[in-house]
């Protein structure tokens, strides 16, 4: 640890982590009898207090070749096969291990080089100074999925999506300076799984290759799944003045900064829609920019 440099994010290694295919099969196993049970029901969910629920935390393990995909999957239907685990919560872990993550090793092969590249909605802000610096945000869900991050380079994926991913996409962050900070910053990370996941289904950089719609979301969505919102500074039902919820005021101003784009989408064309009825969208558009300098100068 002494040779890693001063500037270096994130904290000490505290032993969190296997390094070895033993630490691995007794992470599957305790996982298989201990949370699996409970995954379908909370895997999309996000608390303070807790940084890991019922995920496996198998995702390392599995991209350096510790575990093998299958080995997991058998032993997940097995587990399920014998009654100890309900159907959504076999169903739903099975369909990221051999679903989600199989498609997104083939989107990655089928289209690099290429891909990587793809800024499809031309945003260029660079990455804000709030994911690398060690000063708190206000903003009590970005600040606790960081914290995950920099105590132990994870994020579960709900976290990365809708949280730190939907963040960047609303506020216009370049899509390869962000690919390069998850890449950076998970432990579970490679380039063929971060591309993909961030360029296609977080960034929406592709243009649609790969995801049907942009996955952005405001307030509402993160306190309907979280309890982040409780205590905040900012009000998630607000979308203008002071105290207005970033992810609300940026939400409605990516929409409308990107009427064009996403009023031809079927699955987005009524929030498109909505966002230009709204009796404020000007001073919307106004709070946002304060935001957006805000988080540009390092103040949130």
Known sequence: MRDVSETTWGAVPDGTWATNRSGALERLDFFVKELLPMFGEHEDAMLQSNW????????????????????????????????????????????????????????????????????????????????????????????????????????????????????????????????????????????????????????????????????ASGGAYIDRMSDHCKGCVFDRKKRVGEDACPFTVLYWDFFLRHAEVFVKNPRVARQVRAGQQLSDSDEVRETARVILARLDSGDL
């Open 52 to 215: 890991h629920l019922a995920h496996s935390l198998l995702s390392p393990y599995l991209n350096i070749g510790l575990l093998l995909p299958g080995e997991v999957v058998d032993a997940v239907q097995e587990a399920f096969r014998s009654g100890k685990v309900p159907i959504n919560s076999a169903e739903g872990f099975t369909r990221q291990v051999i679903g989600w993550r199989e498609f997104m090793w083939n989107c990655y092969w089928r289209w690099m080089p290429e891909y990587k590249d793809l800024n499809a909605l031309q945003a260029t802000r660079p990455l804000p100074p709030l994911f690398t610096r060690s000063k708190p945000t206000p903003m009590r869900c970005m600040q606790s999925a960081l914290e995950h991050v920099h105590d132990r380079a994870y994020a579960h994926h709900i976290e990365r999506l809708m949280v730190l991913g939907n963040f960047a996409l609303i506020s216009g962050v370049n899509p390869q300076q962000f690919t390069t900070w998850m890449w950076n910053s998970f432990i579970d990370a490679a380039e063929w799984v971060m591309v993909p996941n961030v360029i296609g289904m977080s960034q929406f950089a592709d243009g649609g290759m790969l995801a049907t719609k942009p996955y």
